[in-house]
């Protein structure tokens, strides 16, 4: 593993035990993220994009899940397999989470301020003082006009955009080297989405901070991830840089999904769906997950093809048997 | 231009009491819309976008009959307002819109039901098979519960519903917000296929811009309970005119661009809808406001004036 890669999932393969069979939420993803890197991860309900960004940190509840291959690597450190005191020094230091909710992620009964200063001498040996200053100080850097003012309120007190602010200030407050983010602009309005997400940005590329991007709207991934990995039903299909897989995107699904978007229609056009749904994941079809809905499948799709490895990690790779070409793509 | 419209809405207001003293008498209220007038012609498919916070729920529910305007007139053709039945709605979240205990024929029959017909059961059944079919429903599913579909189904379920007493006007909640992309394409589809076989009008009603481009011929756009702009679509949303538009269309993500070119706007706080600014309500978070903003803003058409684009700016069109 080359120094500069934060993040390393290999071959991870998640199950989750059910009363009748297992639901197979992750089938062998493996990915990467760099120093400074914003990846995203982009793929409809059900597909295991939050899966994987709760494993990085192991968030699911022991015992309810099985890992059945792969491995994780976080900063150096084998995640799957390390002590609950190893990770927790992980969570909220060097690894941080901003999740899709603000409200149900910040403790409504405990002031913004109180919260932040736990967060910072969790982690660092400061005075109460100095974490106060430290807090205020990430405030600002977010917009906060009055940075003193938000510490002394509750969370019920600011709205939304206001509360992801907060916890995006909370996310950097340890210096972190990576930031899992779940979501964390699906639940807000157009125009505070823009500020949230050039804020995010500015603040990692000041940071070096690495980010995993995890989202369904293609046009923000477009927006703000330097590279991009596509799943569907627990699987990577494609990656690649960011305008590589949306401007010629060469697996059928990511066609597909674009091409579904009403931003790529003609105005009362016929929008190109996916025929059928995405399958259910306790009873996964042998092979590509995608063949049902597939117009190219053939016999081989019941092989199921992997997203073949590559040296360098920012080509453009697809997991699949009749990929389409650049040129098909644009026509 | 337009004929004669089926759905008149004249300066409604809706406010909600808040902070009752100690007599049970309201000190403040929640100002939810603040004067809206539109009009809706047979045919039309009307969006109507805008930020949480607006009044766009609030006017659907007083367009359903949910809620009673403050004060303000609506008004429906053919049928007088109090029945209703010329106007059904679609709910955005299809989970918790439809009875989990019926099966999806009395669901489909639900509004004939209620509307006080009662047809035999075999006309029934009937009605919600043909109607099944025209959503893209297998007919003999008809007997089963809601909970043995995917949400497109169900969303498709609900629009059934909506279909069965054949109403004039449709209001699409939000229709699409809880699916994924390929069945949100499906699902728009069906409603334009719907909307063209039977010259129905639709109000839609979205917080994406790009399911209103897509679907609409007509667009509003509200901000703090009032409509700050409305005309074609085309026009409203590619030519915008009120600065509050501006910001939203700039703000709305778009495939092609590299990332966001602008800088962050400052202030996104929606102004507080219970001590309403006075003059125009934009003018905080407006970068081009001037002493002419202190004064409340009329809707202004612009020229030429058949394509009927309102603008709620005094420098929309100066």
């Keep these: 593993m080359d120094s500069r890669t934060v993040l390393s999932i290999k071959d991870l393969s998640i199950e989750f035990p059910l009363y009748e069979g297992t639901l197979k939420a992750l089938n062998g993803v493996s990915l990467t993220v760099k120093q400074g890197e914003i990846v995203g991860i982009v793929g409809e309900s059900g597909s295991g994009k939050s899966i994987t960004a709760m494993m990085t940190m192991r968030l699911l509840g022991e015992g309810s899940y099985r890992v059945r291959t792969g491995s994780i ?34 403790n409504p009964t405990r002031k913004v301020g109180k919260q932040m200063v736990d967060v910072i001498r969790r982690h660092q040996r400061v005075s109460k003082g100095q974490a106060e200053e430290i807090a205020a100080g990430l405030l600002s850097d977010m917009h906060f006009a009055d940075p003193e003012d938000i510490l002394a309120r509750y969370p019920f007190e600011l709205s939304g955009g206001m509360r992801q602010r907060v916890l995006i200030a909370l996310a950097f407050s340890c210096n972190p080297k ?44 477009s927006q703000f991830c330097d590279r991009v990995y596509v799943m569907y039903a ?21 066609r597909g999904l674009l091409a579904a978007l009403p931003e790529t229609a003609a105005p009362g056009t016929q929008l190109k769906s996916i025929p059928g749904s995405v399958p259910d994941l306790s009873k996964l079809p042998v092979g590509c997950a995608f063949q049902s809905r597939c117009s190219q499948s053939s016999e081989k799709c019941h092989q199921k093809p992997a997203l073949a490895e590559a040296p360098q990690t920012d080509a453009h790779l697809c997991a699949c048997w009749h990929p389409l070409t650049d040129l098909e793509a644009v026509a | 231009m337009t004929p004669t419209p089926i759905l008149q809405m004249k300066d ?77 709605i679609v709910f955005q979240d299809p989970q918790s819109s439809l009875n989990p205990k019926l099966p999806v024929w009395k669901i489909i029959t639900e509004p004939v039901y209620a509307l006080g017909d009662r047809p035999s059961q075999q006309a029934m059944m009937d009605l919600a098979k043909s109607l099944a079919i025209q959503v893209g429903i297998r007919p003999e599913y008809i007997y089963r519960f809601p909970h043995e579909f995917s949400g497109g189904q169900r969303q498709r379920i609900a629009i059934a519903r909506a279909l069965s007493t054949n109403p004039e006007i449709i209001l699409l909640d939000e229709p699409t917000s809880a699916l994924d992309i390929s069945v949100q394409a499906q699902i728009l589809n069906l409603l334009q296929e719907l909307q063209r076989s039977r010259n129905m009008t639709f109000i839609l009603i979205s917080h994406n811009v790009s399911v209103i481009r ?76 001037t002493s002419g903003c202190q004064t409340p803003q009329a809707l202004v058409t612009g020229e030429p004036r058949q394509t009927g684009h309102q603008v709620r700016c005094h420098l929309a069109y100066a």
């Design chain 1, 73 to 106: 690597d976080m900063l150096g450190v084998d995640i799957l397999k390390a002590s609950e005191k190893e990770i927790c020094e992980l969570r909220g230091g060097d690894v941080a989470m901003i999740f899709q909710e603000p409200m149900t992620a910040l």
């Design chain 1, 178 to 221: 990576v930031i899992i983010a779940d979501e964390p602009t699906t639940a807000l309005d157009v125009t505070v989405q823009k500020q949230v997400l050039m804020l995010l940005k500015k603040m990692a590329a000041e940071r070096k901070t690495a980010i995993l991007f995890i989202t369904h709207d293609m046009a923000v991934v």
């Design chain 1, 234 to 254: 627990g699987s990577l299909i494609e990656s690649g840089s960011t305008r590589k897989v949306l401007h010629s995107p060469r697996h059928p699904y990511t």
């Design chain 2, 12 to 88: 409604v207001h809706v406010r909600f009491p808040i902070n009752p003293d100690w007599l049970g008498r309201p000190r403040q209220h929640v100002h939810a819309l603040n004067g809206i007038s539109i009009d809706v012609a047979r045919g039309d498919i009307l969006g109507i976008v805008g930020e949480s916070g607006c009044g766009k729920s609030t006017l659907a529910q007083i367009l359903v009959g949910l809620l009673k305007p403050t004060s303000g007139s609506l008004q429906l053709a053919k049928q007088d307002a109090a029945t209703r039945s010329g106007m059904q």
């Design chain 2, 214 to 289: 897509h679907m609409c011929n007509r667009t509003a756009v509200m901000y703090l309970g009032q409509i700050v702009e409305v005309g074609a679509t085309l026009d409203v949303l590619e030519n915008p005119r009120h600065p509050y538009t501006q910001l939203l269309m700039e703000s709305v993500p778009k495939l092609s661009d590299a990332g966001f070119s602008s800088d962050p706007a400052e202030k996104t706080e929606l102004p507080s809808n219970i001590k309403l600014p006075a003059g125009c309500f934009f003018k905080d978070r407006c970068a081009r406001a």
